[in-house]
């Protein structure tokens, strides 16, 4: 196991974490999820705005693709 440390954190939050985990799980467990979803979330946005400026440019640059049906 990891060096653990301690951090402080509200009753509110705590509450919020145990509600998160599942039975047997502790709050380093916990927060790894939330690592995991936070990076995944970001990495879905990272996506989106990648197609919104693909959607984009094709918009703006529209005669310079070639439909597929026409080849």
Partial sequence: MQD????????????????????????????EKLIREYKNHEYRLKIDRIAEEAK???KEHREEYVSVDDL
Avoid at 7 to 26: F, T
């Fill in 4 to 31: 653990g440390t301690t951090i402080q954190i509200s009753k509110k939050n705590r509450d919020e974490l145990k509600k998160i985990g599942s039975m047997g799980d502790d709050y380093n467990t916990v927060i």
């Fill in 56 to 58: 984009k440019h094709f």
